[in-house]
């Protein structure tokens, strides 16, 4: 399997687990995290960094190959 391939599909993976995590937080709001606010500020937005850029880093790929 191509390496454009791989990437695309943990980006789509990523992307169906942040769906599933907040549908899950939204059933069930009294969950306690002890997290700091800002922590889980920095976290949700580096991990949608990671899954846009593996999109991009995937058609960039991609292109090159042809």
């Known amino acids: 399997m191509k390496k454009s391939r791989i990437l695309f599909w943990i980006g ?3 992307i169906l687990i942040a769906v599933v995590f ?3 937080a939204l059933n069930h709001p009294t969950l306690l ?3 700091p606010v800002i922590g889980t500020i ?3 937005r580096i991990y949608a960094i990671v899954a ?3 999109f991009i880093l995937a058609r960039i790929m991609k292109s090159k190959n042809k």
């Open 33 to 35: 995290v002890e997290i």
């Open 52 to 54: 846009i850029g593996l």
């Open 12 to 14: 789509i993976l990523m």
């Open 42 to 44: 920095v976290f949700y």
């Open 22 to 24: 907040v549908g899950y």
